[in-house]
């Protein structure tokens, strides 16, 4: 799998008028969601072109779209800026479900610069090269097997299972992660990375938290 510049985050209960508040450069921005069209058009064949038109219209539907205005301060400071803030940017999500599979419901992203130019494709996977990358084939209970076969310690509490988008690998995966030690001043644990859609194990991490 390529290394890739996507983020993912979780969805969230659509509402007939949605406002966002987007902290940029160290200001804020407001915007509202505008009716479907218009940017919606080279966000939607940004996506098609990775997962193909099929899949696309089988599991994926618009959310939001938020435009937001050049940075102020990227006048007096242009070489702070990245291109999209400089000059504009709308932002629009799409709903990901596969309705056979609870576990996949996902919001995707697309960055459209002011010219119309797709500048980020967050949480979209290249099922047109890979269709490999759309099965999904690896759910809950074989990623906590996986998981211990992996040397994971059953730890202090209930293993947590997340499943995401990572950028890293450009691919949705399941993270594993148990609690070794926690206290009122913080906690730590293991986490297991495993691929959804083939069950490799893409790494076994440390984390940690101070309070």
Known sequence: MKKGVCSYRRRLPRLGFVTT?????GYVVKAAEPEPG??????QS?????????????YMTTLSANTYPP?????????SCSESVRKGYSLVTFRFRIPELAFVDEVIECVVDSDGKISRVSGVPDCVRDPRECTFSYDAT???TIARNAGLEPGEKPWALSFHWHSGFESYVWDVSNTLHESKYGGGGRSVLIDANDG??????????IS
């Open 46 to 58: 940004a996506i098609v072109a990775r997962v193909g038109d099929g899949f696309f219209r089988s």
């Open 142 to 144: 074989v990623a906590r």
């Open 71 to 79: 940075a102020e301060h990227c006048v007096e400071h242009p070489n």
């Open 200 to 209: 490799r194990v893409l790494g076994v991490y440390g984390w940690d938290w």
């Open 38 to 43: 218009g940017v919606y058009v080279p966000a």
């Open 21 to 25: 508040l987007l902290l940029v450069g």
